[in-house]
């Protein structure tokens, strides 16, 4: 081995640089910057004050090799991509080497912050590699918080988005059962009017289904009628007069009902009659998931007017539980009942009624609907006209000038001796007859 050769394998073990041993210069190594830590940072400071940006790199230095030059080795100042006229930005450069290999290069830039355009980003360059200072404007509202804001808005939107699908029903329910209006002083004799076919799926649907929930569990009164609701043209008076003692008309509209006559021939006139019934009819389509199979003009028509229906769907098995949607659409649907903590008989409805009018209650304890054993009444007893006996002194006294004719009682000019023998059979059988159950 040569002496030139083991003189360059001492000058690489001395130097520990594996870089130059391979004849890479170590002016061209990327910097180590100390200021500012990891190479970024961010001033908030106000508009008026001043700000000093310390850059501190640790540069690789040999300062044998001719390629280190001190302009290679310079921090370079920028503003947003722009180099810095370093007149009007004063600045503190300092140099020191560190250790044989390695050089120390610091910059201090002073910045005034006059204007707003004074903020931004500041760079500090050397061998092609920069750190950057932000600088901001503490005086600008920060949109962090704002962002946060927003965020948690959103999740709370979303919360009750999804609370309010869900407890919808037990809400209203409950606000409505709570501070909703009753349905009372309206003289009416029953909460719903049913019309149904009389086939064996509806009248097991309404027999056993509907009217036990809604008679026992909710406490309405209920009139059902299997019978064709509009048999011709016009609604009869009995469908007249039994529907208006309805506060609700409900419909339970199957395959069957739609094969009436009026279903079948005219269905929009026959709905519109069902319009003039009630204001709101309810109408339960018990076509089981079968809706899209039913005829075009029908579909059509509830379309038309479902603003003015309230259209309920019985899907069998999942509509069963009390708790189901059905229920609770139903009973939003019907009126509030009155809770009434008395055992008077009637219905509370009408017991409200301050002349407690007969007309409005079934069966009343005040009034006997038994026939009258004597028709004829007692029309051979006469009962004596009693009158006020002549008081012993006058209430005011008497003067001679006033003749003893004058002072004497009349008698009453209204006789009511006859009042044993009036016949009160008619009127009580009139009672009887309208007060009888339809």
Known sequence: MSSNQLSFILACTLWNRMSVCAGESLCTQAPEFQLPSGGQSEVWETLGSSVALNCTALLSWNQTDQRCEATFSTLLWSKDGTPLNLSLYPQNTSTWTHSPSQMMV??????????????????CEVRNTSADFSLQNTAQPSHTAAVIAAIS??????????????????????????????????????????????????????NFILKPHLVNKSGHKLHLNDNNILPGDEPSAELLMNVSHCRRLIVVMSHAYLEQDWCFNNFRQGLLHLLELSQRPIIIITLEGQVKHMRPDVVQQIREHQHRLTLLTWSGSHSMPPSSVFWKELALAMPRKVVF???????????????????????????????????????????????????????????????????????????????GSRNYGARNDFYCLVTEDI
């Not at 002073?110 to 204007?115: A, D, F, Y």
């Not at 209006?181 to 097991?204: C, P, Q, T, W």
């Not at 301050?354 to 028709?375: A, E, F, I, S, V």
């Open 106 to 123: 610091s910059s201090v830039l002073q910045v005034r912050l006059r204007e707003q355009a004074d903020f931004g980003l500041y760079s």
């Open 341 to 419: 903590h008395s055992d008077a008989a009637g219905d509370p409805q009408t017991l409200f009624q301050d002349d407690k009018d007969p007309m409005l209650t079934l069966n009343p304890d005040y009034l006997d609907c038994r026939p009258d054993p004597d028709p004829a009444g007692d029309l051979g007893l006469r009962l004596p006209v009693h009158k006020a006996p002549t008081p012993r002194v006058p209430v005011l006294p008497m003067f001679p000038s006033v003749p003893a004719s004058l002072t004497e009682p009349k008698p009453s000019d209204i006789d009511v001796s006859d009042l």
């Open 153 to 206: 808005l959103f999740l709370l939107l979303t919360v009750a988005a999804v609370v309010y699908s869900r407890c919808r029903l037990n809400v209203t329910l409950w606000y409505r059962n709570s501070y909703g209006d009753y349905e009372i002083d309206d003289g009416k004799l029953h909460d719903a009017y049913i019309s149904y076919v009389n086939n064996e799926y509806d009248r097991k649907l309404v």
